[in-house]
Structures are given as structure tokens and as C-alpha cells.
């Protein structure tokens, strides 16, 4: 059986394209001999078979082998479809984690370092006549604390918030054929004060005597199209769509904007022409959606909003990083927003492209967040940047993300109390993703010991168990004010680091909670435990009324959507059966009223 054959990449779509996911040949390179020995060459037996996109650590790639391996290769033929001959042909990678290369029949076509991030190269030069080979070596270091690994533990045996790694292959490969002309970018940067939509197009290969036309459609009704000719590769243009339209600017509280109660998309369709032919034809779309901080509280579209997340890692039993199906993704979102929650922090992952598909389509907040190195040092530095420039190049457009956060609890930056240096760190990522984008807000260390940040994000598991009545009490006094936040340390840590201090930003609880509740056979552990149902529900009221009778608290992250391996901490369990009845958590979620406007 096939797994994952949805179009990857639902911002820039072609119907030009061919999927190579499913059976590879596989092999471990223990010794580190593959490059010696040529394996990239055809006449090379690998010894195994597995089922891309899934790591070898998985169920589902056939191997189910957790065990360290830090080179591995893998081969397989195909032919290139009619349809595509005479045209450039694109091999495309979801990710691949960490370093790996890329050879097409026997021949070094490129390489790429970073685990999360999707990657290409025009392979047309090296295509040959009839069937055509793919081989790809990876290396990904077990025990090296400096690359982002995120929740991928170092040990072999993974234990407390550490889980099984995943190496190689996680995200869908796939050919995409293009003219040598073709639409290479394209974002989208929505203003909805002036209710104008910048798109910036980049175009590859000689513009000359061509034009682009753009197609905008809001639920089937076109709002605009417009026809440019190209001077130059790189071109950018606004176009207005409230048009002076009152109930389209969202001053009646529906409008066109997006958010998670209207998900509001405008559908695009843009052409590259030249007269009367098209050489490239792209749909995509975008949403029209804005969000700042003022007055000490988080506003999506020029109102207060309260953020009901919930923490989502983003593995599944079979599949650890990679979701088993497409709907799989699309079911994480619907069972949140069952729950009551407006949206989630992707905590130590970037997502597949196609989960923030569907959180744009169904309306559901999105933190997005990168693996982090335990360790640090200038290598650490250079390769967290590395990635942030390519999660902020493929998911700029995407509606649904309203927040980045490159650091969690110090983690990469462990003396960032006492290191100048690791400070400088936080504060560069901060102001560098500001520089890449405006659009969003930016966390500098989820959790405690910020530097200069937009959100004062606080982690406190301190609750207790039920009968710890005094260290509840202590607990909910410690989210009541502004002061009593500030000035506590759950995790014996500042909630800003020396030199940096509260600057009126809002304040948000972004982890806590927790409650582990073993269903069936499993084993595991949470932050307090319960062990039915009813006092489930009863110990998550509890929680969440410290939260919702804070005067200070804008906004929550509970910990956590689902269990992951040793964690039994979620309000799912690993394979996504509810712990209690759903609708019982979203009642607690919508039983206190939150004033939100101070």
C-alpha cells in the first residue's frame, strides 16, 4: 500500500507532477563506507525495502527499527511521464531529516542540511533515455546535541519528554515538470486596514515579452483580475478587494477576513503567458488576516482575541513525526476545535505543509515553532538560522500562523541567565524573524528567561494534585495579577532573563496542565494523575479555573492534544481515541466568561 498521495505543497499547485512515494530500496551504511564504495551507482544491492515517507524508526515504513543508524541510503527507479518530457523536471523533497544527497543516475545533483524544511533541485541534465534512478544518502548524527532535533532524544531509548528519533525521508517526494520559464515564488501579504492584498511574484528564466494574469475569487464570485506585463524577473503589485465595500472589512464582525470562527480564503489562480500561450499555471490562495499586541492583550483583526491553544507535538504511533494519512492531519484539528480550542502550538516540529492546509481551511491559530539543539555553540547558531530562513520561505503564506517562536525554555541556550553571548542569540532570532516577516508576532524563549519578545509567554505546571489544596492555592495566586506572574519562577527560572523585563506585552500561560490518565494497558507518566474519567474532567475544571479567574492571563497553551509514547498526559490518547466525553472539555473551556477587554 501507497501512503500520502495528496498533492504536497497546497500553496503552489501544478497539475503537472508525479508522486514517488511508497516502496524504495534501503540500507544502512554503519561503517560509513557508501560514498567509498559508490553506492549511488545502480549496480549497488541494497538489502532491505521501505515505505517512503516514513522514517525506519516507524511502524509503517516496513522496518520498525529504533535503534541508532546514522547512514542511511536509499534507491528506486522511475520513468518520466509523457507529459512532462521536454519540459525541466523538479525532484522535490518534503524534508529530510538531517543532511542528505541527492544523486540521479549515479550523478551528485545537490545536497541539503536541515531536518524540517522542504528542498529541490532541477534534475532535467541528468536525465537519461528510459528509466531513470534515484539514490539518496543520509547522514543523521544520533548523539549530537548542536543540530535541531526537538523532541528526538539523543539516547537510544527514549524516556520523559524525549522520543524515538526519526532519520531520513519523513515527507513526501515528488516530480514536478515546469517550463524553462516558469513562476518560482509567490507571497502573499494581506493589509486589512486598507483592505489591499501585495502579492510579490519571482519569476525563472527570461521575461522577456511575457505577462502574468492574476485571478482572485472569494466563494466563487471574482473580486479581481488583473493582467502585468514582466520587466524584470522579480515583481510586485497590490490589489484592493473591499473596494469601499462596508460588510467586506470585517467592521460588522464577519466581513472577508480570516479567522478561526470565518476562515475566510480568497482563491487565486495566476498565469504566465506568452501571447496567447501559457507556459506556467499555479492555483493557490490566501487569507486576509492581521495580528498585533496593544493595551497588553493579542488582537486578530483589530479586535481583542483570547487564545484558547492547545499543545500539539505532531507524532502518532505509526508514523512518529509523519502523519499516517491526509486526514489524520485534518482529524488533530477537527477533535481540537471539538474540544473547545481556537488553536495550537506545534511544539519542537515544523508541520507538514498540509496540516497548516487544513488549519487554514477549518480555521485554527497556529503557533509555528523549529526544533531546537539541546547545546550550543556557534555551529548551533548557524544551523537554527539556516532553517528559519526556509520555515518562514515555504509557510509565509499561510493564514493560520499568527506567531513564530524560535526558542522553548531556554533550550539551545542553556546559561542564557548568565551568558551575554546566548542572550545576543535570542535576541538576533527575535529581531531576524521580524526582519523576514511582518506579518506575525515573535516569541523569543517560550517559557521563562525572555529577552525582548512580543508575548510573555509563561510555562507553570505547579497545580498539584487535588488534595494539595495549599499548592493549588499557591498555584492560582500566581496567575491572579500581573505582579504575581511576573514575579513567579515555576521552574526556578525568570520569566525574564537578567537585563530584560516586562515591557507591557501580553501575558499568556503556554504550557501547563498535563494530567496523565492511563487508558488500557499503557504505562507513562504526567504532570499529576488521575485514574478515571470523572475525576479527569473534574481535575482539568479545576486547572483551567486558575486560569479563567486571572486578571492578568490573555490567552492559555494547554499541555497536551494527545499522549506521545511514555507521556499519557493528553486529552487523546497516542492513536487519538478521547480520554472523556469531548463535549464535557469544550464546556469547560466556554464555562467562564473572559473579559478580554481591560
Request: aromatic share 12%; charged share 25%.
Amino acid at each position: 500500500m501507497t501512503f500520502r498521495q495528496e498533492y504536497p505543497r497546497p500553496q503552489l499547485i501544478r497539475n503537472d507532477w508525479l508522486n514517488l512515494n511508497g516502496e524504495w530500496d534501503f540500507d544502512f551504511d554503519d561503517q560509513n563506507s557508501g560514498l567509498e564504495e559508490k553506492w549511488f551507482e545502480n549496480e549497488r544491492k541494497y538489502k532491505q525495502k521501505i515505505n517512503v515517507p516514513f522514517a525506519y524508526q516507524t511502524k509503517l515504513s516496513g522496518i520498525n527499527d529504533p535503534t541508532f543508524h546514522d547512514w542511511v541510503w536509499y534507491r528506486r527507479e522511475f520513468d518520466i511521464p509523457d507529459s512532462m518530457v521536454g519540459k525541466q523536471i523538479l525532484l522535490h523533497f518534503g524534508a529530510v531529516d538531517y543532511r542528505s544527497m541527492v544523486f540521479i543516475n549515479g550523478n551528485l545533483v545537490g545536497s541539503h542540511e536541515g531536518g524540517h524544511t522542504a528542498f529541490s533541485f532541477d534534475i532535467t541534465n541528468y536525465l537519461i533515455e528510459g528509466t531513470q534512478s534515484v539514490v539518496v544518502r543520509v547522514e543523521d548524527p544520533s548523539t549530537d546535541e548542536t543540530i535541531p532535533r526537538g523532541k528526538q532524544y539523543w539516547i537510544e531509548k527514549s524516556a520523559a519528554i524525549w522520543y524515538t528519533r526519526t532519520t531520513g525521508i519523513w515527507q513526501t517526494v515528488w516530480l514536478e515538470a515546469v517550463n524553462k520559464t516558469h513562476i518560482k515564488k509567490v507571497r502573499f501579504t494581506p493589509d486589512i486596514d486598507n483592505g489591499d492584498i501585495t502579492i510579490d511574484f519571482e519569476i525563472a528564466g527570461e521575461y522577456v515579452n511575457k505577462k502574468v494574469e492574476i485571478d482572485i475569487t472569494f466563494k466563487d464570485e471574482h473580486v479581481a483580475n488583473e493582467t502585468i506585463k514582466i520587466h524584470e524577473n522579480y515583481l510586485k503589485r497590490s490589489i484592493n478587494l473591499y473596494n469601499l465595500k462596508i460588510f467586506r472589512t470585517g467592521f460588522h464582525h464577519v466581513g472577508w477576513n480570516w479567522s478561526p470562527e470565518n476562515p475566510n480564503l480568497f482563491d487565486v489562480k495566476i498565469r504566465l503567458l506568452e501571447d496567447d500561450s501559457v507556459l506556467d499555471e499555479i492555483t493557490s490562495y490566501f487569507g486576509m488576516r492581521k495580528v498585533h499586541t496593544e493595551n497588553g492583550m493579542v488582537y486578530l483583526n483589530n479586535r481583542p482575541y483570547y487564545q484558547k491553544l492547545v499543545l500539539d507535538q505532531g507524532y502518532w504511533p505509526e508514523g512518529l513525526l509523519t502523519a499516517p494519512t491526509d486526514q489524520a492531519l485534518k482529524q488533530d484539528i477537527e477533535l481540537a476545535k471539538e474540544m473547545g480550542f481556537n488553536g495550537c502550538r506545534k511544539h519542537q516540529k515544523v508541520e507538514d505543509p498540509r496540516f497548516l492546509h487544513w488549519a487554514d481551511k477549518l480555521g485554527f491559530l497556529v503557533w509555528g515553532e523549529c526544533a531546537a539543539s539541546p547545546s550550543y555553540n556557534e555551529d548551533a547558531v548557524a544551523r537554527l538560522t539556516k532553517e528559519w530562513f526556509e520555515i518562514i520561505e515555504r509557510d509565509y503564506n499561510h493564514p493560520c500562523i499568527v506567531t513564530w517562536v524560535p526558542i522553548n525554555e531556554s533550550w539551545g541556550v542553556p546559561a542564557i541567565s548568565n551568558d551575554d553571548q546566548q542572550k545576543h542569540h535570542s535576541l538576533a532570532m527575535y529581531h531576524l524573524i521580524h526582519s523576514l516577516d511582518k506579518t506575525r508576532l515573535v516569541i523569543s524563549n517560550d517559557g521563562w528567561e525572555l529577552t525582548k519578545t512580543d508575548i510573555c509567554a509563561i510555562h507553570n505546571y505547579n497545580h498539584g494534585h487535588k488534595d494539595e489544596v495549599d499548592k493549588y492555592n499557591e498555584y492560582r495566586s500566581s496567575l491572579s495579577t500581573t505582579e504575581n506572574l511576573l514575579h513567579s519562577k515555576p521552574a526556578g527560572r525568570r520569566i525574564y532573563t537578567k537585563g530584560f523585563s516586562h515591557c507591557g506585552e501580553p501575558i499568556l500561560l503556554t504550557e501547563f496542565g498535563g494530567i496523565g490518565y492511563k487508558v488500557g494497558d499503557e504505562s507513562g507518566w504526567g504532570y499529576t494523575s488521575v485514574t478515571n474519567a470523572e475525576d479527569y474532567l473534574a481535575d482539568y475544571e479545576r486547572v483551567m479555573k486558575a486560569v479563567y479567574t486571572s486578571n492578568s492571563l490573555h490567552g492559555y497553551c494547554y499541555t497536551q492534544l494527545t499522549d506521545v509514547e511514555q507521556e499519557i498526559n493528553g486529552l487523546l490518547t497516542y492513536d487519538r481515541k478521547p480520554k472523556c466525553d469531548l463535549e464535557k472539555i469544550r464546556k469547560i473551556n466556554d464555562m467562564w466568561h473572559v473579559n478580554i477587554v481591560k
